[in-house]
């Protein structure tokens, strides 16, 4: 079992930068893949980044096409902690941002329906 709980979401002008955290618990959740997605009013939830174990202290990441270059993942699993740094941001990043977990992969999954454990969501919202 692993548990979720995000935070550092907000109300932040276009063009500002904001990190959203994602503090994980439960017996091994270092290695699970942890992944940031989000969910803006009537639409499906979206695959941002993820971040997979492969080992160690290792952790690769990877990302959506739309979000390379602005967005940022990372992990500290010392303080069982998953960030996402996002830069530049738009009035159309303006969603509820969810971390999800799943169980060692091959790959990192990028479909919501893959994941078993999520967060409560952390509300961002990007003014013009």
């Known amino acids: 079992q692993v548990q979720l709980a995000e935070s550092g979401g907000g109300l932040v002008q276009a063009g500002a930068s904001l990190i959203i955290s994602c503090a994980a618990s439960g017996r091994t959740s270092s290695s699970y893949t942890i992944s940031w997605f989000r969910q803006a009013p009537e639409k499906e ?3 941002l980044a993820g971040t997979r174990w492969s080992g160690g202290n290792t952790y690769y990441p990877n990302y959506a096409d739309f979000v390379k270059g602005r967005f940022t ?6 303080k069982n902690m998953v960030y996402l740094q996002m830069n530049s941001l738009k009035p159309e990043d303006t969603a509820v941002y969810y971390c999800g977990a799943v169980g060692r992969q091959v790959g990192i999954p990028t479909t919501a329906s893959q ?11 990007v003014s013009s």
């Open 73 to 78: 993942i990372s992990r500290d699993n010392a």
């Open 45 to 47: 939830r979206q695959f």
């Open 115 to 125: 994941y078993d454990y999520w967060g409560q969501g952390t509300q961002v919202t």
